[in-house]
């Protein structure tokens, strides 16, 4: 199979870096003793474990927003389905 789809449950400014619950993003970090050029930390691998719970980041995410999160009613979301299907099938 040459494609795969990702289909989430959540639309723009609905789960930020820096979320209580969890969340995969390119976190950066510091250690001291760190050279410079070898300084940053990434927290997107597959397989490492995922960040939580960085206020300062959330606050951050949410400042950075340029519109309002993003939020879909029953009716919407059946359309979404409906589309989510069609494409599906012709896609095979």
């Known amino acids: 199979m040459d494609r795969y789809w ?3 449950s959540t639309f723009y400014g609905n789960w930020l870096p820096g979320e209580e619950r969890g969340f995969v993003s390119r976190v ?13 930390h990434e927290h997107d691998e597959p ?4 960040d939580q719970d960085i206020s300062g980041l959330r ?13 879909i ?5 059946h359309t979404l389905l409906n589309q989510f299907h069609e ?5 095979g």
Do not use: C, W
């Open 6 to 8: 990702l289909l989430t």
């Open 28 to 40: 950066h970090e510091q250690r001291p003793g760190d050279v410079p050029s070898k300084s940053r």
């Open 47 to 50: 397989e490492t474990p995922y």
């Open 59 to 71: 606050r951050h995410a949410e400042a950075e927003m340029r519109g309002p999160p993003i939020s």
């Open 73 to 77: 009613n029953g009716e919407q979301a």
């Open 87 to 91: 494409t599906a099938g012709y896609r």
